[in-house]
């Protein structure tokens, strides 16, 4: 379905894959949830249930070839650029078949090839590489830009300052995208910053910056596109709050006391899969029966996943001394 309409800005076939994007993240983060549960993934597993709009619309807004590096609550990014679940689910897994060969896990994801650098543990750690790596864009003569996410804690990091200053001051092409889910860990982003609305913290780079409904894909997607364009035509940095909210806690073992479930209920009501799903049908860019054989094929693409990641090698011992200097 090719129907283009002029209020929406988006054709059916950009609508429906959206669509499917985001439910393929929502039914990854369940199944992952599912086998942590069981003792069959380990370490720290942060998701991403909720947020999904975001980082389906940043990619649809950027080019294949832009660079990516973002926080540790990273598996629907890999998978909002098309990266195999079967990859993605194998590396939580901790096997040898991983996007990292097992050794990164949930947070340590990368995929040079399509040009995703993790995957970042440290809070806010990532935005100096961020910075550089733009840097070596710009160096180079390279037209991508380099997207950088995080949460609205690492705006309370030094590396947020070091790092945007340094963009700014070199205009590179960067474009910080901050995802605003309401709770650094347990503690309400009011809480914890003197200055809530975090793109206004931009200004003290002079870098334009906006605050968006981040649980809206399409606007997400047009503002990350206009806000590369920008940075990629030598606007210099450019800084977007993408406001949302994470149905399940910070991690796994989140037992969410900072919040109540009257809260969280209230929350879920602006679902952003259950929202686009309605537009997209009164827009009549896809139908009841395009959606659902989307969903079929999504569980018979996790349950695939789910079995090659249950089936493939453990990384051979070796492997530990693999793809690192060692200095003697």
């Given at each position: 379905m090719e129907k283009d309409t002029g209020r929406l800005n988006v054709t059916g076939a950009e609508?429906?894959?959206?669509?499917?994007?985001?439910?393929?993240?929502?039914?990854?983060?369940?199944?992952?949830?599912?086998?942590?549960?069981?003792?069959?993934?380990?370490?720290?597993?942060?998701?991403?249930?909720?947020?999904?709009?975001?980082?389906?619309?940043?990619?649809?807004?950027?080019?294949?070839?832009?660079?990516?590096?973002t926080h540790y609550r990273d598996h629907g990014y890999f998978l909002a650029r098309g990266i195999d679940p079967k990859r993605v689910m194998a590396?939580?897994?901790?096997?040898?078949?991983?996007?990292?060969?097992?050794?990164?896990?949930?947070?340590?994801?990368?995929?040079?090839?399509?040009?995703?650098?993790?995957?970042?543990?440290?809070?806010?750690?990532?935005?100096?590489?961020?910075?550089?790596?733009?840097l070596a864009n710009q160096y180079r003569k390279r037209p991508n830009v380099v997207a950088?996410?995080?949460?609205?804690?690492?705006?309370?990091?030094?590396?947020?300052?070091?790092?945007?200053?340094?963009?700014?001051?070199w205009k590179v092409p960067l474009v910080a995208i901050i995802e605003n889910n309401r709770y650094g860990m347990g503690t309400a982003v009011e809480?914890?910053?003197?200055?809530?609305?975090?793109?206004?913290?931009?200004?003290a780079f002079d870098i334009p910056a906006v605050q968006i409904d981040g649980n809206d894909v399409l606007t997400v997607r047009d503002t990350v596109r206009d806000m590369a364009g920008k940075a990629r035509a030598g606007g210099g940095p450019q800084l977007i709050e993408a406001m949302t909210y994470r149905f399940r806690g910070h991690s796994?073992?989140?037992?969410?006391?900072?919040?109540?479930?009257?809260?969280?209920?209230?929350?879920?009501?602006?679902?952003?899969?259950?929202?686009?799903?309605?537009t997209i049908l009164s827009a009549g860019l896809a139908t009841e029966h395009d959606?659902?054989?989307?969903?079929?094929?999504?569980?018979?693409?996790?349950?695939?996943a789910v079995r090659f990641a249950e089936e493939s090698p453990v990384p051979d011992?070796?492997?530990?001394?693999?793809?690192?200097?060692?200095m003697e």
């Open positions: 609508a429906l894959d959206w669509f499917r994007k985001m439910s393929l993240i929502r039914r990854f983060e369940e199944r992952a949830e599912e086998a942590y549960g069981q003792g069959r993934i380990g370490g720290f597993l942060h998701l991403y249930i909720g947020e999904e709009a975001i980082a389906v619309g940043v990619m649809a807004g950027l080019a294949p070839d832009d660079d990516v590096i590396e939580l897994y901790g096997k040898s078949t991983g996007l990292s060969k097992g050794k990164g896990g949930s947070m340590h994801m990368v995929d040079v090839a399509h040009h995703l650098w993790g995957g970042y543990a440290i809070v806010g750690g990532h935005i100096p590489l961020a910075t550089g790596l733009a950088c996410i995080f949460g609205e804690g690492a705006t309370n990091i030094g590396t947020f300052y070091a790092g945007l200053n340094m963009a700014a001051v809480r914890a910053s003197a200055v809530p609305d975090a793109y206004k913290k931009a200004c796994m073992g989140d037992p969410q006391r900072y919040r109540t479930k009257e809260e969280v209920e209230k929350a879920k009501a602006g679902d952003p899969i259950a929202r686009w799903r309605r959606m659902n054989r989307v969903a079929d094929d999504i569980e018979a693409e996790l349950e695939a011992p070796r492997e530990l001394c693999a793809d690192v200097t060692i």
